[in-house]
């Protein structure tokens, strides 16, 4: 009912810049949070950033000062700025979106992935 679209990712080198995109849509009836996550090879899958709806976001230690994420609320999508990637920073970034649909039940979603590799 709810579908996650990411897009953004790719090859960059250390130092570099990447945008990441993801876009919410079905039948939504209102999001609380959107954010991202990651995974990297033989690694769980953790918390890049999240931003609330109408609140602050919160990051990772490993990404503050490089990442920046922010959200349209008008169009359901949420983006995360990286900068100064570093190789740590290779890994499948997922979006994530949980909020409450138009028949009133909660939903928790995750787009299908987007990968992120930077190497020299």
């Known amino acids: 009912q709810v579908q996650l679209v990411e897009s953004g990712g790719g090859l960059v080198q250390p130092g570099g810049s990447l945008r990441l995109s993801c876009a919410a849509s079905g039948s939504i009836f209102s999001i609380n949070a959107m954010g991202w996550y990651r995974q990297a090879p033989r690694k769980q899958r953790e918390l890049v950033a999240v931003i609330p709806s109408g609140g602050t976001a919160n990051y990772a230690d490993s990404v503050k000062g490089r990442f920046t994420i922010s959200r349209d609320n008008a169009e359901n999508t949420v983006y995360l700025q990286m900068n100064s990637l570093k190789p740590e920073d290779t890994a499948v970034y997922y979006c994530?979106?949980?909020?409450?649909?138009?028949?009133?039940?909660?939903?928790?979603?995750w787009g299908q992935g987007t990968q992120v590799t930077v190497s020299s």
């Open positions: 994530n979106a949980v909020g409450v649909t138009t028949a009133r039940s909660r939903f928790n979603t």
